[in-house]
C-alpha cells in the first residue's frame, strides 16, 4: 500500500493507515479485557429482557472470551461472532478494513453519501429497513444497465436511536466511484419522496443541509467501518445504556448483512472465526504446561493471579428501558 507521507496520487483514496492492526502484546490483551468488561455489563441486561428474541445470542456474547487457554505463549479462546460483542465487533472492523481498503483504494473519483429517511417508531423499523435496502439495490442496477454507468463500492446500513423522540433513524452510508454520488441522491430523493435532502456530514460530525455527497478521504473509510449502532450514551463518569431500544435495533439487524460491495469491489467476509488462537511475546512462558485462564470482573485470573493487569475505569452504567 502507499506510504501516506508521500504526494497522493489524484483521486486516490488514501485510507492505509485505518487498516493497520497492532501486533498481539500485553496492551492489546487489556483492551480486550476493557471490551470483556464493557460487553458482560451490557449484555447481562439484554438477556434477560422478557420480550427479546435474542436470548441465546446474548448469552452466546457473554460467553465469549470467558476462558483463555494458555500453553507456551499462545492463548486460544473461542469468539462469539455476535454484533453485541464487543471483543467481536473490533476484530470485525479490523477484518473488513483490511479486507477493502486495498479495493478501495483502486477507485477513481470516489465520494462518500449518505442515504437517509424520516426517524420512526421501533415496530416499523423491520419494513423501512427492508425498504431502503430494497431501493439501494434498484439505484444501483438503474445507473449500471439504464444509464451505462459501471459503478463499484460498498454500502453500510446502520441504525441509530434518538432518546428525545424515542425513534429510530436507520440509514445508509456509501463509498461510490465515478463522482455517481448526486446522481444516486437524486433517484433515492425520488423513489423516498418523505427523504429529505440532508445528511451526515462525517467531518463536521453533523446533520447538514444540501450536503449529501463529499469527496472521499481516510475519514470516509473510518466512518464507513465504525459500528453500525452505537450502543451506549457516554457522559463524563458515566454510560447509558438503553436497553430495550437496542434490542430493537439488534433484532432488526439480526442475519441481515450490514456491508454489501458492489461492481468490481469483492465480498469479505463479516463472520469472526470461532476458534482463534494467537501468540504473545510479552507474556510469561508456561513452560510445556496449559494454563487454564477464567473471566472474573474485570480481567482472566488463574488461582489469584490476573492476566492483564487490567483496571476499567471509574465509570458507573445507567440502564434505562
Known amino acids: 500500500m502507499a506510504n501516506i507521507s508521500q504526494k497522493p496520487k489524484q483521486n486516490t483514496l488514501i485510507l492505509d493507515t485505518l487498516a493497520q492492526v497492532p501486533p498481539n502484546s500485553l496492551k492489546g490483551l487489556q483492551k480486550r479485557a476493557r471490551s470483556k468488561w464493557y460487553t458482560t455489563a451490557i449484555v447481562s441486561r439484554l438477556k434477560y429482557l422478557e420480550e427479546t428474541t435474542l436470548r441465546k445470542y446474548y448469552s452466546h456474547a457473554w460467553n465469549c472470551n470467558h476462558k483463555l487457554y494458555q500453553d507456551g505463549k499462545k492463548l486460544t479462546s473461542r469468539y462469539c461472532n455476535t454484533r453485541v460483542c464487543h471483543i467481536c465487533t473490533r476484530i470485525r472492523t479490523a477484518k473488513l478494513m483490511n479486507g477493502y481498503v486495498d479495493q478501495l483504494m483502486k477507485l477513481d473519483d470516489v465520494e462518500f453519501v449518505t442515504l437517509t429517511i424520516p426517524n420512526c417508531k421501533g415496530k416499523d423499523l423491520d419494513l423501512i429497513v427492508d425498504r431502503i435496502l430494497k431501493q439501494i439495490v434498484l439505484i444501483i442496477r438503474n445507473l449500471r444497465e ?175 428501558e
Open 146 to 320: 439504464k444509464k451505462g454507468i459501471k459503478i463499484s463500492g460498498i454500502r453500510k446500513l446502520e441504525i441509530t436511536y434518538n432518546v428525545s423522540t424515542d425513534t429510530f433513524h436507520p440509514h445508509l452510508h456509501l463509498l461510490v466511484d465515478k463522482n455517481s454520488g448526486n446522481l444516486i441522491v437524486d433517484q433515492w430523493l425520488k423513489r423516498m419522496p418523505t427523504a429529505k435532502k440532508e445528511g451526515w456530514d462525517y467531518k463536521k460530525k453533523c446533520m447538514v443541509s444540501l450536503q449529501v455527497v463529499q469527496k472521499a478521504d481516510k475519514g470516509a473509510l473510518s466512518e464507513i467501518f465504525k459500528y453500525t449502532t452505537k450502543i451506549i450514551v457516554s457522559k463524563k463518569g458515566q454510560m447509558n445504556v438503553y436497553i430495550k431500544p437496542l434490542n430493537t435495533i439488534l433484532e432488526c439487524l439480526y442475519k441481515r448483512r450490514c456491508f454489501q460491495p458492489f461492481g468490481i469491489v469483492k465480498m469479505v467476509s463479516e463472520d469472526v472465526d470461532e476458534l482463534d488462537g494467537k501468540v504473545y511475546e510479552d507474556l510469561e512462558d508456561t513452560e510445556g504446561g496449559i494454563v487454564e485462564w477464567i473471566w472474573k470482573d474485570c480481567d482472566w485470573v488463574n488461582e489469584k493471579k490476573t492476566l492483564t493487569g487490567y483496571v476499567p475505569p471509574d465509570i458507573e452504567f445507567n440502564f434505562f
